[in-house]
């Protein structure tokens, strides 16, 4: 990344949270219809025109990175459908003050652009992977794409992108028997696998907590087989809890949403295609800049109303989740949610 510039005035939530994490969706479309995302059959996109042009977002993660942050993910849907991305990621690379850039994708088409995206300046990835079993994978992606993913994750290595992070969404009764499979392949492959307890995310992916497998099952199906140490997280913001095999090989991380959430050290905002920030994953509604910038607002205005809705952030919604759920008082359609594929992860 360029060489760091003064942010504005340090910007905190309601909570005392600053907002040093931007996940910027570039596009709501995605070749994968993964149940947990994506699971209705008919989906409203977003009219192309509503869509954020490369040089909006880039003049936004400017203005982001003014307030304060530090690391911007690019996600989809499918990022990689939006084409010429590797342009978009030549942009972003070259903002003062920017620390880290990173692309989450399913990796189906990543094997056609992981040497324009490294040359690019995109320094890692995160592949989304739930299963390395051909049939499974068809059954939870309805889509028969899955050497077209691992060879998408071996070119991204070969060109130097890394670390490669797997994340790996798990659900009893589908997957749960998978976590062993895919900690083997990560350990033999030098691939960072990372755990992600199924959680409530939109209104229509008929979430229970009886298919929520927990981090203290995923854990000790791993330990079992292979002995772990706490390592802990990389920051206080960052969702994943990591471990290292005892015997040095790899590492492994779990991000306990449901089970242990992590409001509380919650730094993440998320841009959606259509140029809303929205401050939580289960939001339901966002603050729409793209209607400022088309109307010609100045950067001191768009700023203005970032740090409003920022400031006024109350977000702690898997901590409420979980009290609920202690109580038995939970519903997961007493709150409607913008859905995951608007949203980006």
């Known amino acids: 990344m360029a060489s760091q510039s003064a942010p504005e005035e340090s910007l905190k939530d309601a909570l005392g949270r600053p907002l040093k994490d931007l996940r910027i969706s570039v596009t709501d479309r995605c070749n994968f219809r993964c149940s947990y995302c994506m699971p209705l059959e008919k989906y409203e996109w977003i009219d192309r025109r509503e869509i954020l042009s490369f040089e909006e977002i880039t003049r936004l993660a400017k203005l ?3 307030l304060g942050v530090e690391d911007v993910r690019l996600t989809g849907g499918e990022p990689i459908l939006r084409h010429g991305l590797e342009q978009l990621v030549v942009q972003l690379a070259r903002l003062d003050g920017l620390k880290d850039l990173c692309l989450t994708t399913n990796a189906s088409l990543l094997g056609q ?8 300046g995109l320094k890692r990835i995160n592949v989304s992977l739930d299963t390395i079993n051909k049939e499974k994978f068809q059954q939870m992606t309805r889509r028969d794409d899955l050497a077209d ?24 009764g589908v997957n749960d028997d998978d ?3 895919l900690v083997e392949f990560s350990r033999q492959n030098g691939f960072w ?11 229509s992916n008929n979430w229970v907590s009886d298919t929520m497998v927990s981090k203290k099952e995923i854990l000790e199906k791993i330990n079992e087989r292979y002995p772990l ?45 259509d140029g809303k920030l929205v401050t939580c994953l289960f939001s339901d509604q966002g603050h729409d800049l793209k209607k400022l910038i088309r109307q010609g ?7 203005g109303a970032i740090r409003l809705a920022w400031s006024t952030r109350k977000d702690r919604y898997s901590e409420e989740r979980l009290e609920a759920l202690k109580s038995g008082e939970y519903r997961p359609d007493s709150r409607k949610k913008m859905e ?6």
Do not use: W
């Open 64 to 66: 982001f990175v003014q």
């Open 113 to 120: 652009k992981a040497h324009a995206l490294a040359q690019a």
């Open 149 to 172: 993913v691992l060879g998408g994750i071996f070119g991204a290595m070969r060109y130097g992108i890394k670390p490669v992070k797997l994340n790996s969404v798990i659900q009893r």
């Open 179 to 181: 976590i062993l499979e």
């Open 193 to 203: 696998i990372r755990f992600i307890e199924y959680m409530d995310v939109g209104n």
């Open 229 to 273: 140490q706490e390592i802990g997280r990389n920051d206080e913001s960052a969702p994943a809890v990591n471990y290292s095999f005892l015997d040095g090989i790899g590492k492994v991380g779990v991000i306990a949403s449901v089970t242990e959430p992590f409001c509380s050290g919650c730094t993440r905002g998320r841009l959606t295609a």
């Open 297 to 303: 607002a100045s950067d001191q205005d768009i700023i």
């Open 340 to 345: 995951m594929i608007s949203l980006g992860g």
